[in-house]
């Protein structure tokens, strides 16, 4: 059963159209990633899921109800970031905890919030006043709050900003285990793609308001193609040698580089060739395929 | 709503902000106290140049009443700034610090929201205003003593016979908790229509100087408006000091001279209250939330 369906959310400022005509579902268990670039639309989109933002047409449901009729009762079983970590600098991260847990009906004791804290590694730091954490406390803070009432569907809005590579993993330790462990639905965004590629089970890349891709990664990225960037110390020789032979149809339309997306058993045989037409190869990179998958859906919509 | 009015009231509690409104009164009143305290004889005097002449008093003059009396009259003015710090603040200051969203989130609506923490803003100026009770009053009968309430208006005199004065001290603290409540209702309106804390403080303040200003001037074209303006009324807690007398003009034992007119005040100064709150709840309901 899907958790979370939209169907042809718009949200429009004046004549700037943020959100235009987006629907999508999420379901139960899922770990959704929602990619876009900065201003396409996503923190928007969340902002309507959260109720934060009327939209200007369109139906939001979640847990088969629609928001618009029961938005107070869908809002129990939510916890969400939605971008920065704004938090009270005067209060303890305890403190936070525990003023948040008293507008939730279920019962949130001591240990609730001991174990919350725990989660997020933030235990030792509980009596401390936020005014003294780091940007990547604060996250941690704010995504304890979102969980601190056990909520079944969790929204986080770049929720590894300012944190650390180690507090990366924690993070995606964390959503991992939240999903695996415990069942939670999960909707993250985050401009880190590599990031969501080891998270999320379900992408959906949104440009200029309009969805341009959804679907499971695996079904998305062909497993058995890499995309390769090839190094030389002359381009235009290389593309030549490349276009009149056999790895032509595998060329990218980039200006950043010589890119191809190829089978990977191909690799070698590329590699070869290149060496034999007299190419002077300095390198074969791959790179992360859902960030060129990315720059190329985003890139074909312009 | 119990859940967001104790959290409401646990954040204003926590914020050293608040603590400037106390210490501000305190430190204010101290002074003026001390001053009387010191060279309050000369103070009298002064005040009854006019009528030394005509009239002799017997007994202090300089009681604890008439302390009470005279801190009103300055502080009463100046106590909605220190009002309009908290109140102003209560949306716009979330709003600016980015936790409004935060709280939207909750499963509370945004009506509710609003009127938790008008509640919990309306607690805090009632407390302040207790905390200035309490220092002008108990504190100043405490230092001065007590004796009768010899009040000098433009054209007449008022004496109150010291046991018919405390009641019309606690009147004139009830009254001036509707004129506080009218103050801290506007700064959440102008709350409901910024995301940042300054410019609902000084819009608040702006207004009560700008609608003070309509008040008292005589000119035919404000006359018409006067009755209905929020800073006509917010004075009239003195009226419970004016006392009916009796035909051989002796003051009469519990009485107010214009209750009238203190009950015409209390209801307009409800209806901006009412007014005030209404308009934060609808603007914050249709509010896109975007900081």
Redesign the interface.
Known sequence: MPVIQVHQLSKHFGTLKAVNQLSFNVNEGEVFGFLGQNGSGKSTTIRMLLSLIHPTSGHIELFGKSLQTHRTQILEEIGAIIERPDLYPYLTAQEHLQLFAKLRSKKIGKEDIRNTLQKVGLIDRSKDKVQTFSLGMKQRLGIAIALVHNPSLIILDEPTNGLDPQGITDIRNLIQYLAKEEGKTILVSSHLLSEIEQMATQIMIIHKGEKVAEGPIQKLLDPNKMIVHIKTTNDAHTVQVILSGSFSNYLMQRTDGIYLSIPTYEIPLLNQSLVNAGVGLIGLESRNALEDYFLQVTSNSN | MK??I??EL??IF???RTYIAFGAIAALIMVIQLGLKMDGQSYAGFLMKDINDTLTVDGKVLNGYLICYILLQLLLVHVPLLVALIAADMISGEAN???L??L??????RSQWVLGKFIAASIYTIVLLIWLAFLALFVSMWIFGTDDLFLMKSNYVVLIQEHDVLWRYVGAFVFASFSLLTVTSLGFLMSSLANNSIGPIVGTMSAIVFFTILSTLNIPLFSVIKPYLFTTHMNNWKEFFDIKVNENNEAVFGTILNLAKIKTSLIVLTLHIILFVTASVFITK?K???S
């Not at chain 2, 939207?104 to 609506?109: G, I, K, L, R, V």
Request: zero cysteines.
């Open positions: 859940a967001i104790s959290i646990y954040k926590r914020r050293p610090l980015g936790t969203r935060l939207f989130t909750t499963p509370y609506s249709r896109d939330i975007l």
